[in-house]
Each structure stands twice: as C-alpha cells, then as structure tokens.
C-alpha cells in the first residue's frame, strides 16, 4: 500500500459543486451559530517550531479542542443537521416562522438515532436535546467507554452494537427504519444524503473563520465529511490554488484506495488507535467532491499521529493523536509528494486539531 496518492483526477471546482457545499451554505449555517450562545469561533494557533520542522513558512492549527463546549468540530455538524431537519418538519406543519414550542414539539414526535465513533453522537445529542427530543447512539464495541458516559451525562440513550464504525452504522439505520425514527448519519450512500450534507455543510463554518488563505490545507479523514467541507469550502473562497492534502490512518485509508481505483472502495483495514479515523468505506457525498477536487490523499501511521500530538503540546496545543492526524500527515511527507504538492519555505499551511487530548 502506497503511503500518498496524488490525485490523477483532480478537476476545477463547478457548479455542480457548489450545489453542495460552498459559501452560500457556510453563510447559512454561520449565521444559525452566531445566535447560538455556545458559539465562538475556534482559536487559530500558530506552530512556529512545528513549521520549522517541516521547512515551511508557517503552520496554523484551528484547534478544536472547546468547541460548544463539546470536544470536537464535530459540534458543528450534527447539532446543524438536527436544527435544519427540525426546522424543515415544523415549517411542513406549520407555516413559516414556526415558534419554539411547535419545534419542541415536532422535535418530541419521534426518537433521532445515529451512530457514532463518539464525537458525533455528542453533537447530535446536544442538538436534539435543546429541543427536548429524544437521542439515541449506536457505538460499536471498540468505542471508549468516556464516549458513552459522556453522550449518557447529555442525555442520549447508548446502544452498543456491533464491533466496527460500520456494524454499529448499520445498527443504527436498521432501528430507524423499524421504529420510524429519524437518522442522523454524518455519512451518506445512494438515496441517503440530505442530512448527511448539512452536517457537512456546519462543518465549512470552521474554515469560514479563517482569515489568511492559505497555501496548503492538511486534513484528516474518516468518512470524509470535514475533509469534503474543507475542499468545497476552499475551492469556493479561495479557488483552485491552495492545495487540499486528505490524511488517513494507514490501517483505514478508504478515500485513498478509492481515489487510486476511480470508485468508491472499501478496505478491509487493521487495528488503529485513531478510532475516530478508523472508517472502511467513505461517505458517497464526501467522494463526489474528494473525488475531484482534493489534490493528495495521504496515510500516517499510529506512531505518527502520536508524535505529532506531542509536538503539538511541546507548543501548548492539546489534542488527541486523531486531532494530531492532518499535522502528522505534513509532517511524514515523502520528499517526492512534497516536491509535487509544492510545499517550501514561501508555504502556510492550515491543519485543523479535530478535537482535544483525550
Ligand atoms: C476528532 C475527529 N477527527 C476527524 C474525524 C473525521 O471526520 P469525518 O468522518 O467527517 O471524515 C472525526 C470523525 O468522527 C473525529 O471525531
């Protein structure tokens, strides 16, 4: 397995991209989050060490580790899709401008269920809890219990199903189509991705705080969904000009292998400390834009992402080594990939910490 594949099939962002995610969408949700009293933008940390490292001119990290309150940038996208999805039924019944009690109670017909590798389901759960709804999360077995205290301390009901991102996925959809309830996926198949693009939608709104263009955008990969915000929000602002570099975890680098083949693949995987990477098939949304408009799809081993985690707290930045992933990903470049993604001394690279030390 090839450690980077430079993507043959990167192509100009187009209107059909658009549709999906670009600015117009961001505008949208920031505004949905500067009237949420939780929200602050994420702070935007430099890295001069860290930079000099890697030879480049500066590194900023948006570190992520407080954001809502909640952990994770994660905050971002389902509390957004449960806010729309609850809006959109109320508005159905109601009218226009529906008032707070008729959301409490569209929100109270029916359970909202999803899985999670753990941040999700936080974020999902604060959304439907502010409406009074009801959550319930499907973690496979190999999700830390902290995940599962904490989603039961916001008042989700936890299920554990399953011993894979996937198997607990399937889980979830099975109850939801059983009982009716209403699936809040942060991925997205064939028939299955109106939700799934608002999550990713709240997820632009870390990008849309950002002020310097950057040259270079390193980020890690799970399904693929901040890493699909992050290319349909930069193409958009920014055009066609920084590069946008997708980091995985060696054991799980599903949009890699789909990226060398041409088509959505999965792979089998291994064992991998970056739970929250740990993902063997993308999200059809995420490959649609990943697809042609990242320019590299990188892996990184376990023992990097650790390394570059404790780089980042030799600099006072602290997150997990999942949060350490996209910095990890510059910083174990092969000089040959380097040289092509054009990364130099003139370089300012953005990373995104996803969330904070565990
Ligand atoms: C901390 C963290 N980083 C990165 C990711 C990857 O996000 P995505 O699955 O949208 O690619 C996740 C997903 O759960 C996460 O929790």
């Known amino acids: 397995m090839e450690k980077s594949w430079l993507n043959t099939a990167r192509d100009v962002y187009t209107a059909k991209e658009r549709e999906l995610i670009g600015v117009g969408h961001t505008a949208h949700a920031r505004s949905f989050f500067r009237r949420h ?67 409490r109670a569209v929100a109270a017909r029916t359970p909202f269920v999803c899985a999670s590798a753990g941040n999700h389901g936080v974020s999902m759960t604060a959304g439907v809890r502010e409406f009074g709804g009801t959550p319930i999360v499907f973690l496979s077995e190999d999700v830390p219990e902290r995940f599962a205290h904490r989603l039961r301390s916001l008042g989700a009901e936890v299920r554990r199903s399953g011993s894979d991102y996937e198997q607990s996925m399937a889980a979830a959809l099975e109850a939801a189509e059983r009982h009716g309830w209403r699936l809040i996926s942060d991925s997205s198949w064939d028939g299955y991705t109106a939700v799934p693009l608002d999550v990713i939608r709240g997820y632009t709104v870390l990008f849309d705080e950002v002020d310097d263009t950057p040259t270079h955008v390193f980020v890690q990969a799970g399904v693929g969904g901040l890493a699909a915000a992050a290319a349909g929000y930069v193409r958009d602002r920014w055009g066609e000009r920084p590069r946008i570099v997708v980091v995985e975890p060696q054991a799980a680098p599903c949009l890699l292998v789909s990226a060398r083949e041409g088509r959505m693949a999965r792979v089998e995987g291994g064992r991998t400390v970056l739970g929250r990477l740990d993902c063997r098939e993308p999200s059809l949304l995420a490959w649609r834009l990943l697809s042609r408009l990242a320019d590299a799809f990188v892996t990184v081993t376990d023992e990097e992402a650790e390394t570059a985690a404790r780089l980042l707290a030799a600099e006072n930045v602290r997150v997990s080594a999942c949060g350490a992933a996209g910095a990890a990903g510059l910083l174990s470049l092969q000089p040959a990939t380097r040289t092509a993604l054009g990364l130099g001394p003139d370089s300012r690279v953005l990373a995104v910490g996803t969330e904070g030390a565990l």
């Open 37 to 103: 009293p939780a929200y602050s933008p994420s702070p935007l940390r430099p890295l001069p060490v860290l930079a000099g490292t890697a030879g480049v001119a500066s590194i900023q990290l948006k570190d992520e580790s407080r954001r809502m309150g909640l952990g994770s940038f994660k905050a971002l996208g389902g509390m957004y899709a449960v806010a729309r999805l609850v809006r959109a039924e109320a508005e159905e019944r109601h009218g226009p401008r529906p008032t707070e009690e008729q959301l």
